[in-house]
């Protein structure tokens, strides 16, 4: 590496460089813009902008590169870039008070798509998001699809007041939609059951003993394996080309230090914070000072109160004690009982990727995977966790509601028939 | 996905033949306006929801034939076997050998607890012939004894032991000028259960049905078996296979959680109707031509007008002027004239389906002040024929058609427990006061429900 920095570089063949580095990027990507285009986003032109936008839903969307998301209108992908950058902490305002529409802002989103490329494995993710799957596979944990934030939904504006036999429907409907995705789940399951019995011994693999969808797909349909051939090759491409990115990106990053360099410098703000209009900001002012000295006051009255209590509490003898002590060991038993939870949750000693479903016969050595007994076993008590969550958070909003019956006397609270 | 069919009952079992017969003979007819290959993903599809296939070819019904008396049973197993198409399965029936007498305590309490269990394993069997099971229709009648008291037991075991699936109950409204004198009694106490345990109540109103067959089908000498096929024939149009979307030609995998979902999410809007546009003698069909434009218009006028079939509809009605607040937004004797629905799904079948004109059907003055037309309506549509018609369309809704013959019942039924009249029938079995004003209350708060739309 540094011989090859002290070597003298030929100016056209550095010239050359910089388009060849992203257009290896771009192989990478899923939908991948011209070298030119970068080249024109630097300079803020508006030509540029649509394609980086869609380039950034691209990367952005949790859902894979060929679902039907990219057939989003462009101004509803922008909005969802925008959501996407800020639920992932990206600081900068400029790119957040760019219009909706998605006409502008090239330099903005080469700026943001640099910081996903540089703060972690967004390309490693990309890749493996759309990776072809030869086996039958299931994720082991939830944990991918609750921490991405999901598309954007529009948010609908109640103007007015709301008709609560409408928020019934939609839960209804809710229920209902939970109904059908479990019986298709256990439909899938049903068959590929049947598909890895019927396939018993077929497998090359001896380990695996079985075929997989795909590769049963495979044996019905021979045209399809011209599909898969191609799309494994154009997978191979997309490898090929981020390793070549690997040893290419460094003119790259010069060449955003410069794109950089020609943006306007934004003052460091850690998170965005509402937009105050001017005549306000004087106000403000005041207020922060009022709270500043409110916040001194109440802490020097707490003092003495903290003091004058614990000196009260002192004194109430043995009761008072007892009941502190048990407390403190409900409080202790609650600890324990969460550590455990925790422990067992997070017990899993392998990674949280999704595995290929095996079928083994009943008796044969286990082997170096994970045994569904034990995912079963995971997940029955995360759900009895969640459903301990649920019991509670149904008791709060019971409480709730007694609450606000009892503040309109006369009425009574019937609940619907067949809950 | 399938569905299990549990045939409760005389009624019901006699129904639930006669559907099983429509779907078979559907599915088979021979078809001018579909291409080959898309006649059998029709096919295969029909097969995969309502029959299973035994190795001699032949597809068995996938369903549970129960009855306390063992006539009719034995009937509609040999009108199957030996229709030489189709068959029940030769394991798949329960029968005793007396029946319930009318009295729904006898069928709820006695017969209900006795042959649970048999009945739940019946159930069981044919749930695992289910590669995936979407849920269950159950047949059963609404007024009578065994259909309605076991029909309302075994709902509530069906919602214990498979509360994933969906249940939706086919139920059979009795004559107005009844047959049975505690028809009202067992009416209220099936309705009132079902509506606990059911995710949906499909409502067939004998009345109706009765005067199809005499008005359209020129039927002189009415018989059940007419008014069976009548029903059979509605029930087939609506659960024959569908596209699953807007230009798409795949069918719909699963149909009853689609229906519900577009029409029966409020847990207090349950029962829903169907209304069939054309519907005529196979004779007259030869000479009959139809639009999309002309049979969607008699269509929406039955469903505003809460005409049942499309002779004698009221033009007279109109939907109320929209713009105006709809809580209140007239006296209740004007408005009752008008059918307010809270959703409609409607289901075309046929020729040229892709050009059929649905504008009217998505006006908001049809529908509730709660709901939008884009969530109250929908449609389903294939290229397919039903049976013989070249088009037919049908509509599912859920309105308020049912208000005032539900009224009628609640009525009478609370005129004759006001003077205790039958009451000791009831309690005889373990059916006592309490549970019969538990579902004057119920009917009352849907009667409310629906009249305040």
Redesign the interface.
């Known amino acids: 590496m540094g011989r090859r920095r002290r070597r003298r570089v030929d100016p056209a063949d550095a010239a050359r460089a910089l388009p060849e580095a992203i257009a290896v990027l771009t192989r990478t990507l899923p939908t991948g813009p011209s070298p030119e285009t970068f080249r024109r986003a630097k300079f803020d032109r508006p030509e540029a902008a649509p394609a980086l936008w869609r380039l950034l839903f691209c990367v952005l969307s949790p859902m894979p590169a060929d679902g039907a998301s990219p057939s989003l209108a462009l101004e509803a992908q922008a909005r969802s870039v925008k959501a996407a950058l800020r639920f992932q902490g990206y600081p900068r305002r400029a790119l957040a008070q760019l219009p909706d529409d998605g006409s502008q802002g090239g330099r903005e989103l080469l700026l943001a798509l640099a910081w996903l490329l540089a703060r972690g494995p967004t390309l490693e993710q990309l890749l493996a998001q759309s990776r072809v799957r030869l086996g039958d596979e299931m994720p082991v944990c939830e944990c991918e699809s609750l921490a991405s934030p999901g598309p954007a939904v529009p948010s609908v504006e109640a103007d007015g007041c709301v008709?609560t036999?409408?928020l019934?429907?939609?839960?209804?409907?809710l229920?209902?939609?939970w109904?059908?995705l479990?019986?298709?789940q256990?439909?899938q399951c049903?068959?590929l059951g049947?598909i890895h019995s019927y396939t018993r011994g077929c497998h090359s693999d001896r380990s695996l003993g079985h075929l997989s969808v795909t590769e049963t797909e495979l044996l019905r349909d021979p045209e399809g394996g011209q599909q898969l051939l191609q799309r494994l090759e154009r997978e191979n491409v997309r490898l090929e080309a981020a390793l070549e990115w690997r040893r290419r990106e460094l003119v790259f990053w010069q060449w955003m230090d410069t794109v950089l360099g020609a943006c306007p410098p934004e003052a460091s703000q850690p998170t965005f914070l509402p937009e105050i209009p001017a005549q306000g900001a004087a106000e403000l002012e005041l207020v922060v000072r009022e709270l500043q000295a409110l916040q001194e006051e109440l802490q020097a009255a707490v003092e003495p109160r903290r003091a004058a209590w614990e000196a009260r509490v002192g004194g109430h003898g043995p009761e008072w004690s007892a009941s502190r002590r048990a407390l403190q060991e409900a409080v202790r038993q609650d600890l324990v009982a969460l550590q455990w939870a925790w422990e067992r949750g997070g017990g899993l000693t392998q990674p949280h990727e999704p595995h290929r479903l095996v079928r083994t016969e009943a008796g044969a050595p286990e082997g170096r995977g994970l045994q569904a007994t034990e995912v079963i076993e995971v997940l029955r008590s995360r759900e009895a966790c969640l459903e301990v969550v649920l019991g509670q958070l149904q008791g709060q909003c019971r409480q709730e509601l007694a609450r606000l019956v009892g503040t309109l006397p006369g009425l009574i609270w019937?609940p619907?028939?067949?809950? | 996905m399938s569905i299990v069919t549990v045939q409760l009952g005389q009624c019901g079992n006699q129904i639930g033949f006669e559907v099983f017969d429509a779907l078979f003979s559907d599915s088979h007819c021979p078809q001018k306006f579909c291409s080959k290959r898309e006649n059998e993903a029709y096919q295969a599809s029909c097969k995969e929801r309502f029959f299973s296939e035994e190795e001699d070819g032949v597809p068995v019904a996938r369903a549970v034939l129960v009855d306390m008396e063992p006539k009719v049973i034995n009937q509609t197993l040999s009108k199957a076997a030996h229709s030489g198409r189709w068959k029940y399965g030769q394991h798949s029936h329960l029968c005793q050998k007396q029946g319930s007498g009318n009295n729904w305590a006898y069928g709820y309490s006695v017969h209900g607890p006795r042959h649970e269990e048999s009945i739940m394993n019946l159930i069981q069997k044919e749930v695992e012939k289910c590669d995936s099971l979407s849920g269950f229709f159950i047949v059963m009648s609404m007024a009578g004894g065994t259909g309605s008291g076991l029909g309302a037991f075994l709902t509530q075991n069906l919602q214990d032991q498979y509360s994933n699936s969906l249940k939706m109950n086919q139920i059979i409204w009795p004559y107005g000028t009844g047959e049975v004198i505690v028809q009202n009694y067992n009416s209220i106490l099936t309705l009132s259960h079902l509506y606990r345990s059911s995710d949906a109540l499909l409502v067939h109103e004998n009345d109706a049905v009765h005067k199809i067959c005499a008005k359209l089908m020129n039927i002189k000498q009415i018989s059940f078996r007419d008014i069976n096929q009548v029903l059979a024939h509605q029930l087939g149009s609506v659960f024959q296979p569908t596209y699953s979307g807007e230009g798409s030609f795949h069918y719909r995998r699963n149909p009853l959680v689609d229906l519900m979902e577009d029409l029966v999410p409020h847990p207090e809007f349950k029962m829903l109707g169907v209304r069939n546009i054309p519907q005529m003698s196979e004779n007259s069909l030869a000479y009959s031509t139809f639009t999309w434009a002309g049979l969607l218009k008699h269509l929406r006028q039955m469903l505003i007008s809460n005409a049942k079939m499309e002779e004698g509809i009221d033009w007279q009605v109109r939907p109320p002027l929209s713009g105006l607040p709809t809580l209140g937004k007239m006296p209740l004797s004007k408005e009752l004239h008008f059918n307010t629905s809270i959703a409609n799904l409607v289901i075309l079948r046929g020729k040229d389906v892709h050009s059929a004109d649905l504008g009217a059907f998505k006006d908001p003055a049809l529908y509730t002040s709660w709901l939008e037309p884009v969530t109250a309506f929908n449609v389903w549509k294939t290229q397919r024929a039903f049976s013989k018609y070249e088009k037919s369309a049908a509509l599912v809704s859920n309105s308020q058609s049912l208000v005032k013959p539900l009224d009628m019942i609640v009525g009478k039924a609370w005129n004759m427990f006001a003077s205790k009249a039958y009451l000791h029938q009831y309690t005889k079995f373990g059916i006592e006061e309490e549970d019969f004003l538990d579902g004057f209350a119920l009917l009352e708060q849907v009667i409310a429900s629906y009249s305040n739309l």
Request: hydrophobic share 35%; glycine share 8%; charged share 35%.
């Open positions: 008709d036999r409408h019934q429907w939609l839960m209804g409907k229920r209902f939609r109904r059908k479990m019986a298709s256990q439909e049903a068959l049947k019937i619907p028939p067949g809950r």
